[in-house]
């Protein structure tokens, strides 16, 4: 039974498109993240979720839009894609106090 | 900006030796600081975290952590071609909203 799960695992979509990727824990944590990792493995956060509430938004363009219906959710609509939105992105949850952040299997965007 | 910095790599080492990854981060007010290790194409995995300065060790892992000096490192002892893939240290600033950064990753290649 995955503990976070996103889709899809691949994207490929063309310059001006807009997408979306979901995201699900069944974990019961409270906090979740999105992450980008460009092609140098950087994983950068972008945004992060504690209990639906916006906590961090680390100057991701206006075009990237998280939702989180539910604290088990959260989605990453991005619109107007553009080449430089090629990577992988992944989501991640994590409970509260000294514990670890589990990762989803990621999704490879290619932007052409 | 919190700032978590490891040195970039690559970094090679041959079958047997002890490989030395290391990480820094800006905020004394970090509290919890993991280690992940990432193949190529797959999501990051937890393989140690640590709390209090000193050593931790599990299996031929040992992580180190030293707050004085904002330090944190991972010794990987009779390295096997199996540990080749990118290390990525992380730290947690809870006080922040739970807050969970990545450095830039190290590459790391074990040679037969």
């Known amino acids: 039974d995955t503990a976070v799960s996103q889709t899809p695992k691949y994207l490929v979509t063309q310059m001006g498109n807009d997408k979306s990727i979901k995201c699900e824990q069944n974990l019961g944590h409270d906090t979740m993240y999105w992450y980008k990792q460009d092609s140098k493995k950087f994983l950068k956060i972008m945004f992060s979720?504690?209990?639906?509430?916006?906590?961090i938004n680390e100057t991701v363009p206006n075009r990237f839009s998280p939702k989180s219906p539910d604290k088990a959710h959260l989605n990453l609509h991005i619109n107007s894609l553009e080449l430089g939105d090629s990577a992988v992105y992944f989501c991640a949850s994590k409970g509260f106090m000294n514990t670890e952040a589990f990762f989803g299997q990621g999704t490879r965007l290619t932007v052409v | 900006q919190k700032e978590v910095e490891q040195n970039s790599g690559p970094l090679s080492v041959p079958e047997g030796a002890i490989a030395s990854l290391n990480c820094t981060y800006s905020d004394r007010v970090s509290q919890s600081f993991f280690w992940y290790r990432q193949y190529s194409g797959k999501s990051p995995e937890l393989i140690m975290s640590i709390y209090s300065n000193g050593d931790k060790e599990d299996g031929r892992f040992t992580a180190q952590l030293n707050k004085a000096s904002q330090y944190v490192s991972l010794l990987i002892r009779d390295s096997q071609p199996s540990d080749s893939a990118t290390y990525l240290c992380?730290?947690?600033?809870?006080?922040?909203?739970?807050?969970?950064?990545f450095g830039t990753g190290t590459s790391l290649t074990v040679i037969p």
């Open positions: 979720y504690n209990n639906k509430e916006l906590i």
């Open positions: 992380a730290v947690n600033w809870q006080n922040t909203g739970n807050q969970f950064y």
